[in-house]
């Protein structure tokens, strides 16, 4: 058992029982951060975190977590890598029994296309993609709410559920199944804003890039949780390294209770490792809009996501 009163034998003992899959920095390179608390767990968890590559903000919530973990069960283990959520300062989970909580999507979304315009949105809804979304990226505001109410309009009798990117004002009046909004964009947002989307009875998706984030859209008990890029893409420029498999196996099991959506240069080699993290969904963009034949790509996946689950 690792001594709690020394912060280097506590970030040795993780860095040794969790490098090989989150890929260390070698130990001598556990360095000294910014630290908020003496706490010898939780400044060992801080440096360890940072030895593993983790950005700043998302050590310092795991390490505050590593400590709360500690507290909570009367023993530091380092074997153990945070994944309760009321460790991270989370509400209890479920979300969906708080009384804030959006409207709730299938815990599994499957194949996520995420797609320029409307025609494509109906393409896709009719090759019997179960979840689609509007990503039309333009500063023109009527083109954009004629290209929602056309993506509405194109899923209509088929099945799939529509989330609108972004334009969650025009995702309201035309009626759609949800939106999908980033860390900028719920930033954007006064908490009365975020309330009538979810009084309109939409549901809400929210991008993550790491734990913090993770914190962040867990505080508005969003309908489903995105996490990317999982590795590099060519469609958004991001401002995080991508995440790889391993940390995104670890979100995923902090954030059971939640459907959970992988995104970002996702193809049909990466897939079946993608799948494996226990993720419902995985969202794309290039690997339908650039196929040969997007309709039996799409059959293609959605097969091999049915067979994961
Ligand atoms: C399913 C899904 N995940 C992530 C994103 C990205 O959203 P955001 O970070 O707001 O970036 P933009 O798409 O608006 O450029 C997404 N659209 N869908
Ligand atoms: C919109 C978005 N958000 C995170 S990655 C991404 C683009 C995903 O595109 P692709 O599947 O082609 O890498
Ligand atoms: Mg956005």
Redesign the pocket.
Known sequence: MTALNDHRAVAHAIVAAHGLRFGAITAAAISAGSFSSDDPVYRGAKQACTALGFIEIDSECLAQAWQAQTVRTGAFDADQWPETPTDFGMRAFPPTERGDAFAPSPERLGL?A?LPDARWVGRMARAGVPTV?L?F?SDDAAATEREVHAAVDAVRGTGALL?I??HWHTAIAAGAYGV??????LDALAPEQVRQIRDAGLRL?V?T?GYAEMVRADAVSPS?I???AVYPTTL?KMATAPQGVARLAAYARLLRGYPQ?G??GIDAVRLPEVLATGVG?V?VVRALVAAEDPEATAAQWMASIAAAA
């Open positions: 996520y995420v979304q990503r990226k989330f990117n972004d999908h909004l980033g860390q900028e964009d998706g991008s890039h489903y995105a996490m990317g958004k959506v995104i970002g969904s969202a």
